[in-house]
């Protein structure tokens, strides 16, 4: 075990690891729960998409602490689900089955373009800062949905966004589930982000916003979605719609895939002497292998999580970490019946917070330069104002282009790079986005 995950090689011990699997899962096991009630709003089933939640989030974390053999855990990326809930099926008028047969396909593709190396150059020709400005975009879109779902935010009215009032019901269940993590966050309470969602539903009781008529602790699981249920909805489907879909969610996870993963190995500084992120091939092949087969049982795209800089931070430091924190989801499957009665608002919290530890990719970028701060700008303030990573991303990275051209430093820009831009054109002007 110590030789396959050059735990002494990199200077950490078993016992180190198994902790920092642990630590990993505390922090970030609220996606099961945020999760599902995110994708209820596709009209998926909240218990059956909370079990195909804890699978496909840890048999992906499994393949990446085989594959990767990175401290690095995975499960549906919050940004990504929330463009399929909100955005695909919401405005584009798609029904989920059709989304997660399209994202199963570009989780196939993604295997291939991982075992090629394509995906590496993608990575390589993004600017750092861009990079970076992603993260914090994606920060600040999913700490919005925090609020939508908390009942703070309002939207219309006097004006085109305001505060509702956060005395009563689950806006003041938001609000004291915040306090409650950021005091725990302070004090470095180990899965102080799981506590605060508890804390915050218990909380909810008398307020009449978290139901307990029928509450139960562990329990058999509700059984996942099925294939043959992805096939049935893509029934009345032209293939014309399903490009459109399949176009689109290739655009978002290609970029936001990366984007995320990006944003992990800079907060965690999982780089090696040269600046490059550790068995980037094999961490991308494990997230496309996640991706693929958790489509096939009703997960949207698997992901990177920024939580694993937790289980680091701890002294996590190989893939046995995430071998951990995988089985742990997994036995996490029993406890269906207790995530099922956690109201939205008690995940609120989460989401917020999760956005604000984002925003920690910003630190050490200087934003004097125009061509750094102009395209950083862009990209971190259209993510959460269109609801979309991949529009941000497009719209920075054109800004970059063309303030580089502008710089005289047109030559500084590669092949690869000039393809991407046109291909953000692309987006941009005829996909209208």
């Known amino acids: 075990m110590d030789r396959f995950f050059s735990i002494s090689g990199r200077g950490s011990t078993i016992p180190r690891e198994i902790v920092a699997g642990f630590v990993t899962f505390a922090s970030m096991v609220y996606i099961l729960a945020v999760h599902p009630g995110i994708m209820t709003a596709a009209g998926m089933d909240y218990g059956r998409t909370f079990t195909s ?68 150059k993608i990575i390589n020709a993004i600017p750092e800062e861009l990079r970076r400005a992603v993260a914090a975009g994606i920060g600040l879109f999913i700490a919005v949905i925090g609020l939508q779902n908390g009942g703070i935010l309002a939207v219309g009215g006097g004006t085109p966004i305001a505060i509702n009032p956060v005395t009563s019901g689950a806006p003041l269940v938001t609000v004291l589930g915040f306090a409650i993590l950021l005091a725990l ?10 506590i605060a969602v508890i804390a915050a539903t218990i909380i909810g009781i008398p307020l009449g916003v978290t139901d307990i008529s029928g509450f139960s602790i562990v329990g058999l699981p509700p059984a996942p979605y099925t294939p043959l249920d992805i096939i049935r909805g893509l029934k009345a489907v032209s293939p014309l719609d399903f490009a459109v879909v399949f176009s689109s969610l290739l655009f978002v996870d290609l970029f936001d895939t990366v984007s995320c993963f990006s944003a992990v190995a800079l907060q965690s500084k999982l780089l090696d002497k040269n600046g490059n992120i550790l068995n980037l091939r094999g961490a991308l092949l494990a997230d496309a292998i996640g991706t693929a087969a958790g489509s096939l049982i009703g997960a949207t795209t698997v992901t990177s999580y920024i939580e694993s800089s937790t289980g680091i931070a701890v002294g996590g430091r190989t893939g046995l970490a995430s071998l951990v924190t995988g089985i ?22 989460a989401l917020i917070f999760v956005g604000y530890l984002m925003l920690g990719t910003i630190t050490g970028t200087d934003l004097a330069p125009v061509e750094v701060g102009a395209p950083f700008f862009v990209t971190m303030l259209l993510i959460p104002m269109s609801y979309s990573i991949s529009t941000g991303l497009a719209w920075g990275f054109v800004t970059w282009a063309l303030v580089m051209t502008l710089r005289g430093k047109a030559k500084a820009i590669s092949p690869v790079a000039w393809f991407l831009t046109a291909l953000f054109l692309v987006k941009i002007i005829w996909l209208k986005a």
Not at 185 to 194: D, I, K, T
């Open 185 to 194: 966050y302070v004090l470095r309470v180990p899965g102080s982000v799981f």
């Open 328 to 349: 742990l989801f997994l036995l996490a499957l029993v406890l269906a019946p207790l995530f099922a009665v956690i109201p939205g608002a008690a995940t609120a919290p």
């Open 53 to 120: 939640t804890a699978i496909s989030a840890g048999v992906a974390t499994i393949v990446m602490a085989v594959v990767g053999r990175l401290p690095v855990a995975l499960a549906c990326g919050l940004g990504l689900n929330a463009y399929v809930a909100y955005t695909v099926c919401g405005v584009m008028g798609f029904n989920w089955q059709t989304a997660l047969a399209a994202v199963f396909v570009e989780g196939a593709l993604f295997i291939v373009l991982s075992l090629s190396g394509a995906r590496e």
